[in-house]
């Protein structure tokens, strides 16, 4: 007669179903279900590393924050190349002056420090109240020269005109519209004389 098998005990019982438990939460675990979105083809064209929700700062040579990037996705590459999603950047020029930068995205190339921003891309001036729409615009950050080739909007309450090229020289504080410019400036109301 054969011997018979004796049956598992508690503990093999206990063990089994813990490891068969963990398999479970592993395969459920939520943070493995967050995948970055797809890999750009080429070679050049893989990066590095990925920012979900960056808040990024740089700084001059004498350790002075002079531009702050916020992006809910923030993309580097081997060519020094970073893109931006939705980018919201701050700029402060050489007179301490604040201006607001933001577009659907963006693409800084950090050799020559160049930013290209795209996509309702808009240029704010808060202290001036002025404001530029366009769909295309690029800041030099060495030299503080931001343009736009294409056709652009630009506002300060109650004027505003519009034209297809502009420039703007944030440390000097001076802007020109060219190119089949139009406009809307209501006169000067005269002031109030006080009592």
């Keep these: 007669m054969a011997g018979r098998i004796p049956r598992p005990g508690f503990r093999i019982w206990l063990v089994l179903l813990i490891v068969v438990l963990g398999g479970i939460l592993t395969y459920l ?18 990066p590095d590393y990925i920012i979900q929700g960056a808040y990024l700062t740089r700084f001059d040579e004498n ?26 950047i701050h700029l402060i020029d ?43 615009l690029h800041y030099d950050g060495n030299t503080g020269h931001a343009w736009s080739d294409d056709y652009s909007a630009l506002r300060q309450p109650p004027q505003r005109m519009t034209g297809y ?3 703007a020289w944030l440390d000097d504080n001076s802007a020109t519209l060219t190119d089949n410019v139009r406009g809307y400036h209501p006169p000067a109301t005269p002031e109030t004389s006080g009592p």
């Design 29 to 46: 675990d939520p943070r493995d279900s967050i995948l970055p979105s797809p890999i750009p083809d080429g070679s050049d064209d893989v």
């Design 63 to 88: 350790g002075q924050p002079y531009q702050r990037v916020e992006s809910p996705r923030v993309v580097h590459t081997p060519d020094d190349i970073t893109r931006l999603e939705r980018p919201v």
């Design 94 to 136: 050489e007179d301490q002056r604040r201006w607001v930068a933001s577009a659907l995205n963006g693409k800084l190339a950090n050799k020559e420090d160049l930013l290209t921003l795209e996509g309702q891309a808009r240029l704010y001036a808060p202290e001036e109240r002025w404001q530029l729409d366009t769909h295309t």
């Design 165 to 167: 090229r502009f420039d």
